[in-house]
Nanobody, 127 residues
Framework: QLVESGGGAVETGGSLTLSCVVS????????VYWVRQAPGKERKEREG???????????RYAESVEGRVTISLDKSKNTLYLHMNNLKADDTGTYYC???????????????????WGQGTLVTVSS
């Protein structure tokens, strides 16, 4: 129900845009999140990056990425995006799209409790 794409290898300081197709079976009252998992980290150590309501009206960011990433939604394509700039080595990881009926910084800090997940797309940032 959530299918990510757009990952790849990029140099430090570069940019990348990730996409997530959101199935029509996910209610439009839901919130969607971008969450990442660094190499060697466990699932419970996943880090919330940003989230947005599926009506496109509200978006929030983790402090660690604010100013460098933008979350956006193209409702005509049922696609969520994560635009990332000035990428750093610490941004390396598998990026997941997730959906949940709840929205808030609490879930951004504890993303392991999010309801629905995609399979992830790998981003590798190197110098």
């Amino acid at each position: 129900q959530l299918v990510e794409s757009g990952g790849g290898a990029v140099e430090t300081g570069g940019s990348l845009t990730l996409s997530c197709v959101v199935s029509e079976y996910i209610p439009r009252t839901y919130w969607v999140y971008w969450v990442r998992q660094a190499p060697g980290k466990e699932r419970k150590e996943r880090e919330g990056v940003a989230f947005m309501h599926l009506d496109g009206t509200t978006s929030r960011y983790a402090e660690s990425v604010e100013g460098r990433v933008t979350i956006s939604l193209d409702k005509s394509k049922n696609t969520l995006y994560l635009h990332m700039n000035n990428l750093k080595a610490d941004d390396t990881g598998t990026y997941y799209c997730a959906a949940d009926p709840r929205g808030g910084y609490g879930l951004l800090s504890a993303p392991e409790f999010l309801e629905r997940w995609g399979q992830g797309t790998l981003v590798t940032v190197s110098s």
